[in-house]
């Protein structure tokens, strides 16, 4: 196994200070008033526990955990949790914002929320990650719930950690509630079609977009940072649309062939190997020079602030679709933008999870399931139709995707926000 080569995020940009820049800069745009733009900034509740698990060798650890709901203005708060060893407040508070505006662009009704657990899931047993799930699952239990703030998995978590957290949930209730989180397992009230969605949003992006500017999907050379649920799934269904992915990378390092890689393949070596470096026929690459390599698409699927003022001016790809959530600073964007790059959005681009949570969720609160085709279908209508508004409002206020993206999105929830008023 090669050493990892740990994928870093950018320390000098807050991400949730950036998002509230770009709050300001929209709100004045729409010409919102104060006191809107003021409570866009900032997340409505924000829970942060410290609980103990119990290890194998019988000690006990301290775990940090978080649970932000940034808006619940437009129904129910939505968001993901993630399991990662450097995660923190301010970062939550960002993925709990761009939720609210995620769910907004795609106009489906919830607002937005995040979670997480300050943990390397990697190196705790399956019975480790088991305990932390549950009782950091009881902790926030105070604020989830089916009506009110449903998680869903992120990084560093999946189906299985789902289960857990709806089955501590339920018992607590003492009857199973499904719809207390999305992405579980089929077995228990999973929606067929959820496990690819994201990634199956970002192929629709990428192909709305080809048209736009004119590329076509078979033969478009295609280059994936990150190489977990999002950015393989995002890889399998390009290749599947024609398109030839030339280089791939996760959290060990990246690899290269420029005739094209087998996406399945690789898929499997690393389920076997726990890394996607070591793949033949392809050439070991640093991750930073994989950023750099002449392509047609570029999907970002990492960690936040990747592409950053430092390596953006190297990126040589036509158009970029966003798989992760704020993978490029604002520096960066305008970097881009003076290159030419055409950019699907993160809060666009990587959609489709929390459209197929919604739809997991609507199918479980009615105990009536859908089948596979039904999902997609209903995937495509939602996704054509958010990228077609956001192009409109694009090319209407000659501004980038991202500038229209946030402009749908902050205009829709602060609308809802005055429309409803203040309590009391």
């Not at 978590?157 to 709806?166: D, F, G, L, R, S």
């Not at 959290?251 to 890689?261: E, F, R, V, Y």
Request: glycine fraction near 10%; aromatic fraction near 6%.
């Amino acid at each position: 196994m090669p050493k990892p080569q740990a994928i870093v995020k950018n320390s000098e940009s807050n991400p949730f200070h950036e998002v509230q820049r770009r709050i300001e800069d929209v709100g004045r745009r729409l010409k919102l008033p104060d006191g809107i733009i003021a409570r866009l900034r900032e997340c409505e509740r924000e829970l942060t526990v410290h609980f103990p698990v119990q290890m194998d060798d019988g000690s006990l650890k301290i775990f940090t955990g978080y649970r932000i709901q940034h808006s619940d203005t437009r129904g129910p708060a939505k968001g993901g949790i993630r399991f990662h060893p450097e995660v923190n407040l301010d970062e939550v508070r960002a993925l709990a914002t761009w939720m609210t505006f995620k769910t907004a662009v795609v106009n489906i009704p919830y607002g937005g929320a995040k979670g997480a657990v300050a943990c390397n899931p990697k190196t705790l047993s399956h019975r480790e990650l088991e305990r932390l799930t549950r009782r950091y699952a009881s902790e926030i239990s105070l604020i989830i719930g089916p009506e009110s703030d449903i998680p869903a998995p992120d990084v560093g978590t999946n189906p299985q950690i789902m289960a857990w957290i709806m089955d501590t949930y339920s018992m607590t209730k003492g009857y199973s509630v499904l719809g207390v989180v999305t992405g579980k397992p089929l077995e228990i009230g999973g929606s067929r079609g959820r496990l690819e969605a994201t990634g199956r949003g970002c192929m629709i992006c990428a192909r709305l977009a080809g048209k736009h500017i004119g590329l076509d999907l078979n033969g478009a050379s295609v280059v994936v940072q990150g190489f977990g649920n999002v950015g393989a799934i995002s890889a399998k269904l390009l290749a599947r649309e024609g398109g030839k992915v030339i280089a791939v990378s996760d959290s060990t390092g990246a690899i290269h062939n420029a005739k094209g890689l087998d996406v399945e393949a690789v898929m499997r070596h690393k389920a076997e190997s726990g890394s996607v470096v070591g793949y033949r026929p392809a050439e070991a690459i640093g991750s930073t020079e994989l950023l750099g390599l002449k392509c047609d698409i570029l999907v970002p699927a990492a960690l936040e602030q990747q592409i950053h003022e430092g390596n953006a001016a190297s990126i040589k790809a036509r158009m970029i679709v966003e798989g992760a959530n704020g993978p490029a600073t604002a520096e960066a964007t305008r970097i881009l933008r003076d290159k030419g790059v055409f950019i699907v959005p993160d809060i666009l681009a990587n959609a489709g999870g929390v459209v197929v949570s919604y739809f997991e969720w609507v199918q479980g609160l009615q105990s009536f399931f859908w089948t596979e085709e039904e999902v997609n279908q209903r995937l495509q209508h939602v996704m054509d139709d958010a990228f077609h508004e956001v192009l409109e409002i694009s090319q209407r206020e000659k501004v980038d995707m991202r500038e229209a993206a946030y402009m749908l999105a902050i205009g829709r929830v602060a609308k809802a926000m005055m429309i409803r008023g203040i309590y009391p």
